[in-house]
């Protein structure tokens, strides 16, 4: 992340809140001095832990737990061209919001998987409400055995967040509002909107 004390997020329950929201990571860790990694949706077991699963052909999945672990969640981002400051000698950067969460990987039992699937399923399914939510109970019991037997899951018991939150703070105001109306001219609110918040 940023070293600038400007961009530190140190709101863990802000991180928890996004990191909830976006449910979906980078998953790295390290064998035999070669960093790995897989992407993986994620969801919070009701002691605080972050869980996630993986395909059982996933190459980490032999060497995860036990492990050091690292799950980088981010949000939105973008290119921020210099020109959009509207002042003289300045550089290219990059704006963005991220989480990142440390821990050691711990493998699930088969009913905390299940259990896994269902949270991940039942938070998604219900953001596309009006629809009637999918459960693992519309599926034959053989097929959802199958379809668990495929996957791992593991947990990350005592998660240490960590953010950064690089939306321009270092710009004066001026040259943030360049910026701002850039990013509305190409379409990108959300990030704009973001940048507004930050100031």
């Known amino acids: 992340m940023h070293p600038n004390p400007k961009f ?10 996004f990191v909830a929201e976006t449910a979906f990571a980078q998953i790295v860790s ?22 996630f699963h993986l395909s ?16 980088s969640v981010i949000g939105n981002h973008a290119y921020i061209s210099p020109d959009w400051y509207g002042t003289a000698d300045q550089v290219p950067t990059w704006n963005y919001r991220l ?14 998987l299940r259990d896994q699937i269902d949270r991940l399923s039942a938070t998604q399914e219900a953001r596309l409400a009006p629809k009637p939510a999918w459960t693992s109970a519309k ?42 109306a850039a990013l509305r001219a190409i379409g990108n609110h959300a990030l704009a909107d973001e940048m507004e918040a930050a100031r």
Do not use: Y
């Open 56 to 71: 059982r052909a996933n190459r980490l999945v032999a060497i995860l737990d036990g492990a050091p672990v690292l799950a």
């Open 99 to 112: 989480v990142e969460i440390e821990g050691v990987a711990r493998r699930l039992d088969e009913a905390e």
């Open 30 to 51: 390290v064998a035999d001095g070669r960093p790995i990694s897989a992407q993986a949706p994620l969801t919070f077991g009701l002691d605080g832990s972050v869980r």
């Open 139 to 180: 599926m034959t019991p053989a097929r959802l055995d199958a379809m668990v037997r495929a996957i791992v899951g593991f947990a990350i018991d005592a998660p240490r967040f960590g953010g950064a939150i690089k939306m321009g703070q270092n710009r004066t105001d001026a040259e943030a509002a360049g910026a701002i």
């Open 8 to 17: 530190a997020w140190k709101d863990e329950a802000a991180m928890r809140a």
